[in-house]
């Protein structure tokens, strides 16, 4: 489907963000990582992004683009991670990488990073592309990824997230632990305020914030 101007300019499932803005985000966020990943290549071990005030400009102001200029952000940048990405094999070691505050992969788990980024912010975009349509595979990738950032992120209540795929984590606060079922790509939905709680068991009274 394709998107007008106008409806780059309109808003997105992000408050305060256009989907221009989440366009541009998603194309920093791959230069970010393949700046990254040619650095752990030589050695050295920056963090993602060195300046976030920096980010932010850039994004605000790559968000008074036009669609044409936004596509060709999108793809060009995509390209040039896909080929970073080529390195990681030759990484025989494990590298750590802090991708934020208290957030730390290895440096071989970048794509399924960048994999989830891409999928919750295709969702932000507000184009028809929701959380069911994410195949198995990658929801199950997903749902793996929410439940990690949200093992330690303050104000998050003690749950025990178990799919119907099979995973079993507990994450959220001390104490009793509130056990949550259902498909992979419906509790990746619902941990990251993507989604509602329909198809879902163990939710009631429990409100979670936007996973950004």
């Known amino acids: 489907m394709g998107i007008s101007d106008e409806q780059w300019q309109s808003a997105s499932r992000l408050p305060g963000w256009t989907r221009a803005h989440v366009a541009t985000h998603l194309a920093r966020n791959a230069d970010a990582m393949t700046t990254l990943v040619e650095a752990l290549a030589r050695g050295e071990r920056p963090p993602l992004y060195p ?5 932010d400009r850039e994004i605000e102001r790559g968000s008074e683009r036009d669609g044409l200029a936004l596509q060709i952000d999108l793809d060009t940048s995509a390209g040039r991670l896909h080929e970073a990405f080529d390195r990681l094999v030759s990484f025989t070691d494990p590298v750590p990488v802090e991708l934020a505050a208290g957030v730390v992969v290895d440096a071989t788990q970048l794509p399924a990073v960048r ?3 891409v999928l919750l912010h295709h969702v ?3 184009v028809g592309y929701e959380i069911r349509d994410i195949p198995d595979q990658a929801a199950r990738w997903l749902l793996e990824w929410v439940c990690f950032r949200l093992q330690h992120r303050p104000g998050t209540p003690a749950m025990r997230v178990v799919s119907a795929s099979g995973l079993s984590e507990r994450i959220g606060g001390s104490g009793f632990a509130t056990t949550i079922r259902g498909e992979d790509a419906a509790l990746a939905g619902w941990l990251s ?3 509602s709680a329909d198809g879902l068991s163990g939710t009631d009274s429990i409100a979670l914030p936007l996973l950004g």
Do not use: M, N, T
């Open 124 to 126: 932000d975009l507000d």
């Open 51 to 55: 300046s976030i005030s920096d980010r």
């Open 193 to 195: 305020g993507r989604g």
């Open 115 to 117: 994999l989830a980024e």
